[in-house]
């Protein structure tokens, strides 16, 4: 079983930064995909930034150059770097693992809430 923690999220005004977190426990598998996704109040779920196994990154076209996904094998951990936030970059962010091979699965976080200020 795969368990994803997030953290990182608070309140920021409109221009600043925030490092979003999530701590991945169990097996992942070789091939995997890791995520991030992103509601906003009253809104459906949408995926901001990815991550493959072999490292390949890609974003939602209202977050690049703005926000970068990275990950430290080390600590088992997925990281989203999101700069010159806007208020509409407010929602609950969650973490999300994509599990291709062996056996698949998607495994999601409980979420963390990011609201940035005008």
């Known amino acids: 079983q795969v368990q994803l923690v997030e953290s990182g999220g608070g309140l920021v005004q409109a221009g600043g930064s925030l490092r979003l977190s999530c701590v991945v426990s169990?097996?992942?598998?070789?091939?995997?995909?890791q995520e991030w996704h992103r509601q906003a109040p009253g809104q459906r779920r949408e995926l901001v930034a990815s991550i493959t196994s072999g490292g390949s990154p890609d974003y939602e076209d209202t977050v690049k150059g703005r926000y970068t996904i990275s990950r430290d094998d080390a600590k088992n951990t997925v990281y989203l770097q999101m700069n010159a936030l806007k208020p509409d970059d407010t929602g609950i962010y969650y973490c999300?693992?994509?599990?291709?091979?062996?056996?698949?699965?998607?495994?999601w976080g409980q979420g963390t809430q990011v609201t940035v200020s005008s």
């Open positions: 999300k693992v994509h599990k291709s091979w062996p056996g698949r699965g998607d495994y």
């Open positions: 169990g097996s992942t598998g070789s091939k995997y995909r």
